[in-house]
């Protein structure tokens, strides 16, 4: 589901929502609020600006600021992000970066994955494990973006995790949780 960030905030308010790992046995498939929860003050809850621009864009347009794996910071320059913006979107399922900034993301995560055996690639992924005492392939949920379009953070990586749209504070913020 996607919402445009152009609706009225006096009407809707802020808009809170927690979507689940639905193949999880025992958890719930996420829901959504609009009003305002008390997690506009939690202290786990950290938040980013929602650009406004001369184009108003259908999506919850975000700044990028860096990327870590594994608790490092991967150097890709700040300009990268910037090149074609970037947007947040529950419909989309993959999150799609610049080609500069996946392929440094892509190197990092395989490097961290190195002990596991490489499976063959997805439809739209590039870098899949074979974990087949599980009886399961798990693919890396990230691609890259053609050279000049915007980076779009999917449903995948939203998943367990508190999404808060502080629509009156031009804000968007993201912490640990999950829909209970």
Do not use: W
Not at 107 to 121: G, H, Q, V
Request: charged share 20%.
């Amino acid at each position: 589901m996607t919402f445009p960030f152009g609706y009225d905030p006096a009407i809707a308010g802020d808009e809170y929502y927690a979507k689940e790992d639905n193949g999880t046995p025992g958890h719930s498939t996420g829901y959504i609020t609009f009003g305002k929860p008390g997690d506009l003050m939690n202290k786990y809850i950290k938040f980013t600006p929602i650009p406004t621009t001369s184009q108003q864009s259908q999506f919850y347009d975000v700044v990028i600021t860096g990327i870590s794996v594994a608790g490092k910071n991967l150097p890709i320059k700040s300009s990268i992000y910037t090149k074609g913006g970037a947007v947040m979107d529950s419909g989309t399922v993959i999150t799609r970066l610049q080609l500069k900034a996946y392929a440094v993301l892509r190197s990092a995560f395989r490097k961290e994955m190195s002990r596991y055996k490489i499976a063959t690639p997805g439809r739209n992924t590039d870098t899949c494990y074979d974990f087949s005492s599980y009886e399961t392939v798990v693919c890396f949920a990230f691609t890259a973006v053609g050279e000049g379009d915007g980076a779009i953070l999917g449903n995948l990586m939203q998943r367990s995790v508190q999404v808060v749209h502080d629509v009156e504070g031009g804000r968007v913020g993201f912490g640990p949780g999950t829909c209970t």
